[in-house]
């Protein structure tokens, strides 16, 4: 249980005795976080290469991948982890993605299991240019089946709005969807309606900037999700983390801890309880 816990906790206890790293090592390769090359050169040589004097297929044990970057290595480092089920991934990482599991591309580039597949994009820097030609089909030999496996995505940033997800009707069993939202930026409230359409969408989360709430801007969001709630429970709010906490965040859910869709659900329950208090949000 320690352990799986968290990474410290395996690395800890891997250092016991022999028979405590026998224990504590599948849980080590829970998650993999690549932030920079240095991290980046030990995955390639414990997933891909695998790990000397080890007959643990380090790649199998694998439940989520964190990479912002490097997105050449992208194929090679997934290919080793078909049983991933979470997947925090910079915007090209995303793309390199979607084009090594279409139809038309070489065979076994990048093939998972059947699981469902839940994707946190950790920058939209080009998302747009990212996901435009896949939209349509360009580049591509057909549809990724990828796409049917993301049940749930969650952006991190969107500093230019929402537009760049109208088209999301490729994601055909896309169940929950997290979107940040930032007071005097471009997010219009108005275009988060287009999630409602999804027929698979059980809930969409707006996620609250630090600005919005350390400030108290909360009177236009408040309204919009009120109104919105009157006729359809699916949109959620919830404070956004703080910065620099999203990776994790993201470990400790993918490690079995506290989602974001459930603290989503407590926060909106409180927020409504208070708001119907007070004839407001605050």
Sequence with gaps: MAAGSSHRSSLDICLVSSWAHRIAQPHLFHTIVITDTIALD????CIVNHM?????TVGSLVDGVWMAHHYHHMSRILRACANVTHLALGSRCINRLLHRSSPGKIAGEII???QDLHLTVLDNSDTYDVLGPLYSGTGLGGKSPIFDQITHMRLIVAPDGYLFLKRLELFGRLSHVSVPYYFGGQ???KELRCFLSLRALTMLVVAIGDAVVRKGYWKKLGRWVREVRETDGRVYLVEGCRSGGFREEWE????GKESIWDRAVRYTDAWERTAERQGGLS
């Design 112 to 114: 998972f299991g059947s």
């Design 252 to 255: 400790d859910k993918v490690r």
């Design 187 to 189: 997010h219009y409230l």
């Design 52 to 56: 000397p004097n080890s007959n643990l």
């Design 42 to 45: 030990k995955c390639l040589g």
